[in-house]
């Protein structure tokens, strides 16, 4: 009895670990399934697969900031949930999409508790009037939205002025949760990254350059694919 009760308390070890972590349930799941084909334990697990489901989608959100128009995502996690993949933003003309992909595990028990996320989409600079975001998951709509960009956006840009350390200091006016890229150029043609930025304190240049003219822009880091022209 003393193997057999040894192997009956490394399964239940193994079942708790697995259990408890989350985390890594797809390789711990397939190490499971592996052991218990290698030392016959049928009937202790049923068979795991990973199957798509559609986002549990909330609130959103689209907003116009210091010229740049986002989208505010809300959605939820269960216990046996993951995210495989989010995007990307597809723009054809006067419409945008975006998508969620999500799975869920089949087959073990799900630990109880719930998630919610937030995610911010910037759809870039777009110029006034209307538009729309269709939201699908899996590539099936789930959800459209019409929005409207204003014609009197704030600037993103402002300048503050010289620091005591002789930077050249600018206000960023935008969308929390964005990174935003400070670029200079002398030309307009040619453009240096100086700083990745978000919303808050102000974005500077540590060695502005005093002789000529010097210009600034900001760049979202996130890549909008265009489908189409005219617009």
Known sequence: MGPVFDLIIGLKSLIFQIECMKADFKRLGSVFLGFCASIGCAGLVHAQVWVPITVGLGPVC?????????????????GCQDMVSTGPVIRDGSNFQYNF????ETG???????IRENTTVALGTL??????LTTTSWG?????NSFTVPTNSTTTLQPV??????????QLTG???????LQCSTDFVNWT???????GQPVKDPAPTLSGSRFYRVQILETVTVLGSGY
């Open 127 to 132: 110029a006034p009037g209307g538009y729309t």
């Open 140 to 144: 099936v709509p789930i959800a459209t």
């Open 108 to 114: 073990v028990a799900c630990p109880l508790y719930a």
């Open 101 to 104: 992909d999500l799975e869920e």
């Open 193 to 199: 990254s100086l700083s990745t930025n978000s919303v």
């Open 62 to 78: 689209l907003v116009t900031t210091g010229n740049v128009t986002c989208v505010e995502y809300t959605w939820g996690l269960l």
């Open 175 to 181: 969308v929390t949760n964005v990174s935003y890229v």
């Open 161 to 170: 002025g010289f620091g005591a350390d002789g930077s050249f200091n600018m």
